[in-house]
């Protein structure tokens, strides 16, 4: 492996730590502050960076084509407006650990809709790792209890797992956009424009929840739960995985989402005091053990 290639898979990794942590900030939001206007800020605070970083690197933002338009418009509306609509009413039903895990079904989602649409061909290696990833995914989902998921599939999934999966199908959405929206424009500049458009999506519905809003309620903990947000769970996290999918494909960067819940259930624990049961560590095994095939 070349050193540019081994700097992108080290850098999916600090991704998938990073986003391992927009868990444990989330949760500590989701309980606190209005989904709209948490993920508002979250991504002021993302933009307010994005921008400068974008005239220091590369002298400023590109002009957009019509086709560039639409595709960061569309990354806006998936990965930034749905995700994190999803993403904070999912923590505020649901432990951060355990909506973690979510995440493990990322790669499986995004290969399907790259076959399935898009006639994109899988290795049989490679339909066996994310079999593997997607397995240890179940086996925490359930507990462990995979039996008695099938017989009473309410004792696993509820409100709060079935509006993370649909966290999960649009993120899916944003990486296979996210390759036609990186043509002719950099990591940068695509994560900047897809984050002022999410911006302006969540600001028009945050709009509507500020008459409402205790403001006794933002702490400085909560403030700085959200700066670590827009900071390190969007900007360096969003680049480097546009980097990632730039230089990989988006099957084989979403395959690293699979570590994010290994650091979302350790932050868990380490931070909240959530527990780490067997099959948490089981399941967190299997994933690595699909992540590494995958990526052989």
């Known amino acids: 492996m070349n050193k540019p290639a081994a700097s992108i898979y080290i850098k999916l990794v600090f991704v998938a730590m990073f986003w391992g942590g927009t868990f444990i900030a989330g ?170 458009w999410g911006l302006l999506m969540l600001a028009a519905g945050a709009a509507t929840e500020i008459p409402g809003m205790d403001w006794s309620l933002v702490t400085w903990k909560v403030v700085g739960a959200l700066v670590y947000l827009g900071a390190c769970g969007t900007v360096i996290g969003f680049v480097w995985y546009y980097e990632g999918v730039k230089a990989l494909g988006p099957a084989r960067a979403a395959v690293f989402n699979n570590l994010v819940p290994v650091f979302g259930i350790s932050f868990g624990a380490l931070l909240l005091g959530e527990p780490v049961l067997a099959s948490m560590v089981i399941g967190g095994l299997l994933v690595i053990a699909g992540v590494t095939l995958t990526n052989r």
Not at 182 to 193: D, E, V, W
């Open 27 to 196: 949760r500590m939001v989701a309980g606190t502050i209005p989904h709209m206007i948490a993920a508002a800020f979250r991504f002021m605070v993302a933009c307010t960076l994005l921008i400068p970083l974008a005239y220091k690197l590369e002298g400023g933002l590109p002009r957009l084509t019509r086709q560039q338009a639409l595709a960061t418009f569309a990354l806006g509306a998936t990965g930034i407006f749905l995700y994190n609509i999803c993403f904070f009413k999912a923590l505020s039903l649901m432990p951060a650990g355990r909506t973690a895990l979510f995440v493990a079904l990322n790669p499986t989602v995004t290969a399907l809709a790259l076959a399935i649409f898009f006639r994109e061909h899988l290795s049989a290696r490679k339909w066996l790792g994310i079999a593997i990833a997607f397995a240890g995914a179940a086996v925490i989902i359930t507990r462990g209890d995979l039996l008695g998921a099938l017989h009473d599939i309410s004792q696993s999934v509820g409100a709060g797992e079935l509006i993370m999966f649909c966290a999960i199908s649009a993120w899916a959405a944003y990486t296979i956009i996210g390759r036609h929206a990186l043509k002719g424009l950099t990591p940068i500049a695509a994560t900047t424009y897809a984050s002022l």
